[in-house]
């Protein structure tokens, strides 16, 4: 099995045991010499969830608990419509 095939299940694998995804996350970054990774999840109308690796600096759950984030997620709708 290749480096790549091991990621792709682990992935699998945190679908259905969300407490692995900060190091899933990790190591999806790590194989292409990310300095942060993060997974966000959304309904048509806002933000629903995300994690991130360990290793994400912080300050990204801050920013997505914001009004930025919010600001931020409206143009991102205006520019690519209802999902």
């Known amino acids: 099995m290749t480096a790549f095939d091991e990621i792709?299940?682990?992935i699998y694998q945190a679908t259905t045991e969300?407490?692995?995804w900060p190091g899933v996350l990790h190591d999806v970054g790590?194989?292409?010499d990310a300095i942060a990774v993060g997974l966000i999840t959304a309904r048509?109308?806002?933000w629903v969830?995300?994690?991130f690796a360990a290793n994400t600096p912080p300050g990204g759950d801050a920013y997505?608990?914001?009004a930025a984030a919010a600001n931020s997620e409206q143009r991102i709708?205006?520019?690519i419509g209802p999902r």
Do not use: E, F, K, M
């Open 8 to 10: 792709v299940d682990r």
């Open 18 to 20: 969300p407490d692995i």
């Open 30 to 32: 790590a194989s292409v």
């Open 44 to 46: 048509n109308d806002q």
């Open 49 to 51: 969830g995300w994690r």
């Open 64 to 66: 997505l608990r914001s």
């Open 77 to 79: 709708h205006s520019a």
